[in-house]
């Protein structure tokens, strides 16, 4: 079974410019989630879709910070202006929709942003 | 507001030695908890869970204890190897309503067992 997808695997841009992160979850998986981590914490969650629709973006600072998933398969993530404290890994996670275990949550291996 | 807490940033053991890795929770709507474990470089991985009924769930070297009533759960991992190191993330959920499979995490704890 193929895993979460995610790219780029790093970028490095400029404060005020804009970056877009891609997303493609493991196929029948309908729901779908953007973390952010930043260096010393743990995984926060800026939004999760159910296929595609939005279940919950109360943490995405909507004023800079936009995703959609067309489809109800790839995603994207974009931030636009982007700032310092931006600076994070963005992870991307899918999970079936079967209560139970694990929840079935599989993480991407994210991409590292820096903003300078 | 940080609900859950992994209060021990690192930790170091050695080889065939026990690891415990601690993790509090506050949020009184958490009913099940998860551990993952993060390579560099890496996403984070699912290792084990535990359902607020009950109060122990071994998976091999890896077992999981709740105390509901402390809000408290640990990690132990009897006995520890090389391959063990990484960063620990201790995550919660309700189980039900309108945050089912929103994962709060912990601040993670870095495990390094030495040879």
């Known amino acids: 079974e193929a895993g979460v997808a995610q790219s780029p695997r790093y970028k490095i841009i400029e404060k005020r410019q804009s970056v877009a992160f891609w997303c493609n979850p493991i196929s029948g998986h309908a729901t779908l989630y953007w973390y952010q981590q930043i260096l010393g914490q743990g995984p926060k969650l800026l939004i999760q879709f159910q296929n595609n629709g939005v279940v919950d973006d109360s943490q995405l600072p909507k004023d800079r910070f936009s995703a959609e998933r067309l489809k109800g398969v790839d995603s994207t993530l974009k931030i636009q202006p982007a700032k310092l404290e931006d600076s994070a890994v963005y992870l991307c996670a899918s999970s079936l929709d079967l209560p139970g275990g694990d929840y079935g949550y599989t993480f991407g291996s994210g991409t590292r942003l820096t903003v300078v | 507001d940080q609900q859950v807490k992994q209060n021990s940033p690192s930790l170091s053991v050695q080889e065939g030695r026990i690891s415990i890795l601690n993790c509090d929770y506050t949020n009184s709507m958490f009913d099940y908890f998860l551990w993952y474990k993060k390579y560099p470089a890496e996403g984070p991985t699912f290792l084990i869970s535990?359902?607020?009924?009950?109060d122990k769930n071994e998976d091999g070297r890896f077992t999981v204890f709740l105390n509901k009533s402390a809000k408290h759960l640990s990690l132990h991992i009897v006995p520890s190897q090389p391959g063990d190191s990484a960063v620990y993330f201790c995550?919660?959920?309700?189980?039900?309503?309108?945050?089912?499979?929103?994962?709060?995490f912990g601040q993670g704890t870095i495990l390094t067992v030495h040879p």
């Open positions: 535990i359902s607020s009924i009950k």
């Open positions: 995550a919660a959920t309700p189980r039900g309503g309108t945050s089912y499979g929103k994962l709060t």
